[in-house]
């Protein structure tokens, strides 16, 4: 089928329109590698109620915003969504996105600017979590596509130098079958200025840590800024499926390690301990500025910080505010978080859900600052942050529709929106950072 693409949509697709039938106007087809106002042919591949997805058989008439792609594996990766997309107008697509994704979810027409905060485009990752397979011969990759396929990978232009050093280097080693067949996942975690790295190495269930500890001297032979090797026991399943869940989802206690289980990682002018298995920002080159928007002036006499990870925002919030409460599960996170705030931080290990429902009616803090995963807040928790006697809230979000459904109920609680930025933690996909300032 020859059609136009109307607009791009939140998950990497473009927007189109097949032709109307006898009941009016057509269904949605969403095609991927598509730019708005492309003429284009192609096929579908499956049927659903309301809409068809499709797939990119030629363009025919190009987008003056389409580029060459820099990494040879695009379009077969499931990693990269918008290679084929000039990075300025990457970000213009993504500002609109979010702005219709409030308006469609929220019922919210957002009048004020977004501020938008670009990237380096390419280089920018600190954290890579990658699949390893050892029959019929060794491969280390990403998932294909729309797929729970291997496509293997020896190299990733989103990902920092050292990283690439450290594929490469498990390629090597794979290959001379260095690497246990126990291993069957790896995550390469980089410091902030590239010159030590930590792998988490992910093993079936009922594998010894000491096990890994020929790869692990191997590995730091030929990559010596490989400060040491975390391992985690998870079927290989729960590596495919949960590949953008918290790690402390599948493993809630603390795992042995060959060499250091942490590194030092420092930002926005603070020495982070960040753990094997600890959550901390991918982007190597905005965290400061994405500290920075989120606790521009802001002070007064208490704060609460939820789902607080190893600190990243606490630390700052504690040199505002007299006294600060910080809440994380993680029992990684919670250990790192514990020994990277001052004194005037009382540090609570539960769910966000549950302390919530337990403090929030008690509690008149002057500033709350949310980083929810890509799952958001969820009504009860929302509800309970609605019932609290917070003047201001600073919500921070991975994904705009859990955001906005989010959003709703805060607004209509009596919230307003004061400022929207959009930070472009990861260029080159459909993925983007929003931190919303809200006060009533």
Same mark, same amino acid.
């Given at each position: 089928?020859?059609?136009?693409?109307?607009?791009?949509?939140?998950?990497?697709?473009?927007?189109?329109?097949?032709?109307?039938?006898?009941?009016?106007?057509?269904?949605?087809?969403?095609?991927?590698?598509?730019?708005?106002?492309?003429?284009?042919?192609?096929?579908?591949?499956?049927?659903?109620?309301?809409?068809?997805?499709?797939?990119?058989?030629?363009?025919?008439?190009?987008?003056?915003?389409?580029?060459?792609?820099?990494?040879?594996?695009?379009?077969?990766?499931?990693?990269?969504?918008?290679?084929?997309?000039?990075?300025?107008?990457?970000?213009?697509?993504?500002?609109?996105?979010?702005?219709?994704?409030?308006?469609?979810?929220?019922?919210?027409?957002?009048?004020?600017?977004?501020?938008?905060?670009?990237?380096?485009?390419?280089?920018?990752?600190?954290?890579?979590?990658?699949?390893?397979?050892?029959?019929?011969?060794?491969?280390?990759?990403?998932?294909?596509?729309?797929?729970?396929?291997?496509?293997?990978?020896?190299?990733?232009?989103?990902?920092?130098?050292?990283?690439?050093?450290?594929?490469?280097?498990?390629?090597?080693?794979?290959?001379?079958?260095?690497?246990?067949?126990?291993?069957?996942?790896?995550?390469?975690?980089?410091?902030?200025?590239?010159?030590?790295?930590?792998?988490?190495?992910?093993?079936?269930?009922?594998?010894?840590?000491?096990?890994?500890?020929?790869? %692990?001297?191997? #590995?730091?032979? *030929?990559? !010596?800024?490989? =400060? +040491?090797?975390?391992?985690? /026991?998870? &079927?290989?399943?729960?590596?495919?499926?949960?590949?953008?869940?918290?790690?402390?989802?599948?493993?809630?206690?603390?795992?042995?390690?060959?060499?250091?289980?942490?590194?030092?990682?420092?930002?926005?002018?603070?020495?982070?301990?960040?753990?094997?298995?600890?959550?901390?920002?991918?982007?190597?080159?905005?965290?400061?500025?994405?500290?920075?928007?989120?606790?521009?002036?802001?002070?007064?006499?208490?704060?609460?910080?939820?789902?607080?990870?190893?600190?990243?925002?606490?630390?700052?919030?504690?040199?505002?505010?007299?006294?600060?409460?910080?809440?994380?599960?993680?029992?990684?996170?919670?250990?790192?978080?514990?020994?990277?705030?001052?004194?005037?931080?009382?540090?609570?290990?539960?769910?966000?859900?549950?302390?919530?429902?337990?403090?929030?009616?008690?509690? %008149?803090?002057? #500033?709350?600052? *949310?980083? !929810?995963?890509? =799952? +958001?807040?969820?009504?009860? /928790?929302? &509800?309970?942050?609605?019932?609290?006697?917070?003047?201001?809230?600073?919500?921070?979000?991975?994904?705009?529709?859990?955001?906005?459904?989010?959003?709703?109920?805060?607004?209509?609680?009596?919230?307003?929106?004061?400022?929207?930025?959009?930070?472009?933690?990861?260029?080159?996909?459909?993925?983007?950072?929003?931190?919303?300032?809200?006060?009533?």
């Amino acid at each position: 089928m020859q059609l136009q693409i109307e607009k791009l949509v939140y998950g990497g697709d473009g927007l189109a329109r097949l032709p109307a039938d006898d009941r009016g106007r057509g269904k949605a087809l969403f095609v991927p590698f598509v730019l708005p106002g492309e003429q284009i042919e192609a096929s579908v591949i499956s049927t659903r109620p309301g809409f068809v997805r499709g797939q990119l058989d030629r363009i025919l008439t190009p987008s003056a915003e389409r580029v060459e792609p820099a990494c040879p594996f695009f379009t077969r990766c499931g990693g990269c969504h918008y290679q084929h997309i000039d990075y300025a107008a990457q970000l213009r697509y993504k500002a609109e996105i979010l702005r219709e994704t409030l308006r469609r979810t929220a019922k919210f027409e957002l009048q004020q600017e977004i501020g938008l905060h670009s990237s380096h485009p390419w280089g920018y990752r600190n954290r890579t979590r990658m699949h390893a397979r050892h029959e019929p011969q060794f491969a280390l990759g990403y998932l294909r596509h729309n797929s729970h396929a291997l496509l293997p990978v020896e190299s990733c232009p989103i990902s920092s130098p050292l990283i690439n050093q450290a594929i490469a280097a498990i390629w090597s080693l794979g290959r001379d079958r260095q690497l246990p067949e126990s291993v069957h996942g790896l995550q390469f975690f980089a410091n902030h200025d590239d010159s030590k790295m930590l792998v988490e190495a992910y093993v079936r269930p009922g594998i010894e840590a000491g096990q890994l500890q020929p790869f %692990a001297v191997a #590995l730091h032979s *030929v990559v !010596p800024q490989v =400060a +040491g090797v975390v391992v985690f /026991a998870a &079927a290989s399943i729960e590596d495919e499926t949960q590949q953008h869940a918290p790690l402390t989802a599948i493993h809630p206690e603390k795992s042995p390690a060959i060499g250091e289980d942490f590194l030092t990682y420092h930002a926005v002018g603070v020495d982070y301990r960040v753990s094997g298995g600890s959550f901390f920002q991918t982007n190597r080159f905005l965290i400061d500025k994405l500290a920075e928007i989120v606790m521009t002036n802001r002070t007064g006499r208490a704060a609460l910080d939820l789902y607080a990870g190893a600190g990243l925002f606490t630390s700052h919030l504690s040199r505002n505010f007299d006294q600060v409460l910080a809440v994380e599960y993680s029992p990684h996170s919670f250990a790192d978080l514990r020994h990277n705030v001052p004194h005037n931080v009382k540090c609570i290990r539960t769910a966000t859900e549950t302390f919530l429902a337990e403090r929030a009616p008690k509690l %008149a803090p002057d #500033l709350v600052v *949310v980083d !929810p995963p890509r =799952a +958001g807040l969820g009504d009860r /928790a929302t &509800a309970a942050l609605c019932r609290m006697s917070a003047s201001h809230v600073t919500y921070v979000s991975c994904d705009p529709a859990t955001l906005s459904r989010d959003l709703r109920r805060l607004l209509e609680s009596g919230y307003r929106v004061e400022q929207a930025h959009l930070i472009d933690l990861f260029p080159q996909t459909y993925h983007m950072e929003a931190v919303l300032h809200l006060a009533r």
